[in-house]
């Protein structure tokens, strides 16, 4: 008996992902680690939910290279205060984060830096295009993570 080859396709089709799934790896647990830049980008907001802020799920998490800032293109919106923070895993590491408006003029307030983290206040005026730069000032690499809170 000939199996049609529409048939069979479908069969290993099925049979592929289910084999796939096993090797699959469980997801990450940020809050496993309180020295993951990104648990530590988070405590450092959290002192601003009691002010009424919220905070995003988005973020970005990488190694970061003291002379090659990241630059993040970001979509704000009007009428909303947004507070940003960077943390590294590595405390001996200075960061800045510098916010522009679409036309690469500084925008919000002055950031303030401590060892290893670092956190950037900006009030909305118009909704639009920003930019938010993340530089490491002292150290050479560290992995470094970015979250933001709202209200």
């Known amino acids: 008996m000939r199996i049609p080859p529409s048939i069979l396709a479908a069969f290993i089709c099925c049979l592929v992902p289910l084999a796939a799934t096993d090797s699959i790896p469980a ?9 993951c830049p990104r648990t530590r980008a988070l405590n450092n907001i959290r002192q601003f939910r009691s002010e009424g802020y919220q905070v995003r799920d988005g973020y970005w998490t990488g190694v970061l290279t003291r002379g090659q800032p990241l630059v993040l293109d970001l979509h704000l919106f009007s009428g909303n205060n947004y507070w940003f923070s960077a943390a590294s895993c590595d405390a001996s590491t200075l960061l800045r984060i510098s916010l522009f408006d679409s036309k690469g003029n500084p925008a919000g307030s002055e950031p303030v830096a401590e060892p290893g983290r670092a956190t950037a206040l900006i009030s909305v005026a118009r909704s639009g295009r920003y930019f938010l730069r993340l530089e490491m000032t002292e150290g050479d690499k560290a992995e470094t993570s970015v979250v933001y809170s709202y209200k």
Do not use: D, M, T, Y
């Open 27 to 35: 997801p990450v647990n940020w809050n496993e680690n309180p020295n």
